[in-house]
T-cell receptor, first 116, second 115 residues
Framework: AQSVTQLGSHVSVSEGALVLLRCNYSSSVPPYLFWYVQYPNQGLQLLLKYTSAATLVKGINGFEAEFKKSETSFHLTKPSAHMSDAAEYFCAVSLSASGSARQLTFGSGTQLTVLP | SAVISQKPSRDICQRGTSLTIQCQVDSQVTMMFWYRQQPGQSLTLIATANQGSEATYESGFVIDKFPISRPNLTFSTLTVSNMSPEDSSIYLC????????????FGPGTRLTVL
């Protein structure tokens, strides 16, 4: 079985400050990991993904995440927050052994607020 | 990636009625998925829809309540039947892409309110 835990349902940062959104996973086999963003009244947009290649993954809009197997973590970071980053962020895991994304399990989400 | 559209984008329905949601993809895909996102919650997989076969439903979801059609490789529908206020959610479809079919891309969602 696989699961994802996102620590902090709400995170607030000041514009220009570091963004750190936490994600820990549980998986019995090497996982594929994803971060999605959901802007108000929109669907989910893929930010970045880890699929067993480089452990530091760069995504769109200046976001990146690092896969740390020893810590079972895949935290999302951005050096400098922008007002347009305000959104809901979801971490998700799927089982690489299956070779497909069918068993995609989502975390509960983190609402990011950026303060002026 | 993939260009995915959903219709309607939102609707307000009366209790006891049914709504059919359409999902259209810009190119052929083998697997399509339907998710539900209840207010303030994360996404929960309802079912997987493969062309030419019956949809596979996840625990807690049944075909009588959420019938799915998959008539071709670019289109699927999800019907929410005999609706109640508890069905008020965002319904999203997704498709698999990527070199190894390892990434899901999502449509914009259908926002359903049941009165």
């Amino acid at each position: 079985a696989q699961s994802v835990t996102q620590l902090g349902s709400h995170v607030s940062v000041s514009e220009g400050a570091l963004v750190l959104l936490r994600c820990n996973y549980s998986s019995s086999v090497p996982p594929y990991l994803f971060w999605y963003v959901q802007y108000p009244n929109q669907g989910l947009q893929l930010l970045l993904k880890y699929t067993s290649a480089a452990t530091l993954v760069k995504g769109i809009n200046g976001f990146e995440a690092e896969f740390k197997k020893s810590e079972t973590s895949f935290h999302l970071t951005k050096p400098s927050a922008h007002m347009s980053d305000a959104a809901e962020y979801f971490c998700a895991v799927s089982l690489s052994a299956s070779g497909s994304a069918r068993q995609l399990t989502f975390g509960s989400g983190t609402q990011l607020t950026v303060l002026p | 990636s993939a260009v995915i559209s959903q219709k309607p984008s939102r609707d307000i329905c009366q209790r006891g009625t049914s709504l059919t949601i359409q999902c259209q993809v810009d190119s052929q895909v083998t697997m399509m998925f339907w998710y539900r996102q209840q207010p303030g919650q994360s996404l929960t997989l309802i079912a997987t829809a493969n062309q030419g076969s019956e949809a596979t439903y996840e625990s807690g979801f049944v075909i009588d309540k959420f019938p799915i059609s998959r008539p071709n490789l670019t289109f699927s529908t999800l019907t929410v039947s005999n609706m109640s206020p508890e069905d008020s959610s965002i319904y999203l479809c997704s498709v698999v892409r990527g070199r190894r079919g390892d990434t899901q891309y999502f449509g914009p969602g259908t926002r359903l309110t049941v009165l």
